[in-house]
């Protein structure tokens, strides 16, 4: 599928009705979710075939996208019934069936139990209002947990530094792979790979 | 809900301390076709609770031959394979509800979608 087909039938995809504010409710637009998409699938392999995990899917842009790419399963996690019903009529609409959806509280998940279940975490998260109490850095931990081997992950330019910081603490390579303009979010990569030795060793 | 995603799910019901597996109480099952695709069946097995998928596959009726144990060598036994994919993929509970072994506590499974969140009172 060529990205411009993508980004098309992407833009069929029918978004929220009433989106709740306090769940930062927004879609993540067609162009950004092709171009994201198109781009972990083509440059780095990590959908085809893949199990896939979209955390805090809304109407499921991104998980619909994934399974239009040929994931071998998307599996979407939201906490939002309303979103959920909507995603479940577009993957209906769609008739791809490579998709499931589970209903939970990603703040309140324990991780653990599904780590590194899956190939590829990828996700728009809500952004909170502060930096170190974040609901996108739960996001992200939850989504490192879950993965074997990377999160891709949209997040906003200013809080790049923090986030690499972050990456850092936890031992996993941070890469930024593209930077979105007007308004919207840096999308970044993060490797599973562990990049830093320990800082001490046993003499 | 597939039973791939099934076999990864866990009550956390506060004090629970082996929520898994769920017992699935299926009121509607459908039978979706999904393409095959053998290296993924094949590297999704060892992510598996083997005996818990035999167990959900065989309470929705859906068990059919499917071993008691893996077999060796399935990767390249491709008639396994497909009764694999089709239990994992294929098989989805619509409407019913997952029981925590352990709680008792129901989760309700509404248009394929289980819903795991719970009360104040239970996190």
New interface residues.
């Given amino acids: 599928m060529k990205l411009k087909e993508l980004e098309s039938c992407l833009q069929q995809v029918d978004t929220f009705e009433e989106p709740k504010i306090l769940l930062e409710q927004y879609p993540t637009s067609p162009h950004i979710a092709a171009r994201m998409l198109y781009t972990i699938h083509n440059t780095f392999g990590d959908i085809d075939g893949k199990l896939v995990a979209d955390l805090g899917c809304g109407c499921g842009v991104l998980s619909l996208g994934a399974s239009m790419l040929d994931a071998g399963l998307s599996v979407g996690f939201d906490i939002d019934s309303d979103a959920l019903d909507i995603f479940r009529r577009n993957a209906d609409e769609f008739e791809i069936s490579n998709l499931d959806m589970i209903q939970c509280d990603l703040c309140c998940l324990n991780a653990e139990v599904y780590a590194r279940k899956f190939d590829t975490v990828i996700m728009n998260p809500p952004f909170g209002t502060k930096h170190n109490q974040g609901i996108d850095m739960t996001f992200l931990r939850a989504g490192l947990t879950m993965a074997e081997t990377a999160v891709y992950s949209l997040h906003k330019t200013s809080t790049r530094e923090h986030i690499q910081k972050k990456a850092k603490d936890w031992g996993v390579k941070m890469e930024v792979v593209a930077e979105l303009r007007y308004d919207l979010p840096a999308s970044y990569k993060f490797h599973k790979k562990k990049s830093v030795s320990p800082p001490n060793t046993l003499e | ?2 039973l ?2 099934h076999n ?3 009550s ?1 019901v506060k004090g629970v301390t082996k929520g ?1 597996p769920l017992l699935i109480k299926a009121t509607e099952v459908k039978v ?4 095959f ?1 053998p ?2 069946v094949s590297r ?1 097995i060892p ?1 598996l609770e083997w005996g818990a998928l035999v167990q959900a596959a065989g309470d929705l009726g859906y068990r059919q031959d499917l071993p008691g144990e893996l077999v060796v060598d399935y990767e390249q036994n491709e008639e396994f394979l497909k009764k694999v994919h089709r239990v994992l ?2 098989v989805e509970v619509m409407e019913g509800s997952l029981k925590c072994p352990e709680s008792g506590r129901e989760f309700p499974i509404t ?8 009360n104040e009172d239970e ?1």
């Fill in positions: 809900m597939k791939l995603t990864m799910l866990t956390h898994y979706n076709q999904l393409d695709n290296q993924f999704m992510k993929l294929e248009k394929g979608i289980p819903n795991m969140l719970l996190a």
